[in-house]
């Protein structure tokens, strides 16, 4: 059993599907060009309000006092890994065959810890930052809100491809992320 489908006819393709693309898109460019007029639109750089914010520099601050003391230990266990391995490279022709495996393996086996603890490293610290960035943003939002009612605005962009500096406001959220709250807002 041959079935053929039968295919609805492409709109494009009629004069009559073309000309009501045409007005439909032009009554789509028309009110989202007199958007403006009726609606009040803002915009907000999320990325410069989590950079240049007071809230983000504290939490940066915290992120690295709490992890530059693990950082530090990484660095000098690093440091102490390639030590060895040149002392290797420059003495291993002199050593004895057992003696020379011997180093090799605990540098392999230094190497392969190293590489764990800077992977767990990493994920602590990712977590982390994303805890004290969620609380940032958390912050950043209730400003945004807080702008938003005070000033009457229909609509505030956190993402956008372009925004116009006349519609950005987020000098205004990082200035009122900067005011100083009080104990129980914090």
Known sequence: MNQTLALSPNPFRSLRGLRA??????LALGLFMALPAFAKIGFVNTERVL?????????QK?????FSKREKELQDVASRMRGLSERLERDGSVMAESERVKRQ?????MERDLQRRQREFREDLNQRRNEELAG??????RAIRQIAES??????????????PRIDITDKVI?????PRPAAAK
Not at 105 to 109: A, F, G, K, L, V
């Open 51 to 59: 950079r240049e914010s007071t809230p983000a520099v504290a939490a």
């Open 175 to 179: 200035k009122a992320l900067n005011e």
């Open 21 to 26: 693309l045409r007005i439909g898109a032009a």
């Open 136 to 141: 940032v943003v958390e912050m950043a939002n």
């Open 151 to 164: 000033e009457k605005y229909d609509i505030i962009f956190q993402e956008a491809v372009f925004a116009s």
């Open 62 to 66: 915290k992120l690295e006092a709490e």
């Open 105 to 109: 393996r605990d540098i392999t086996d």
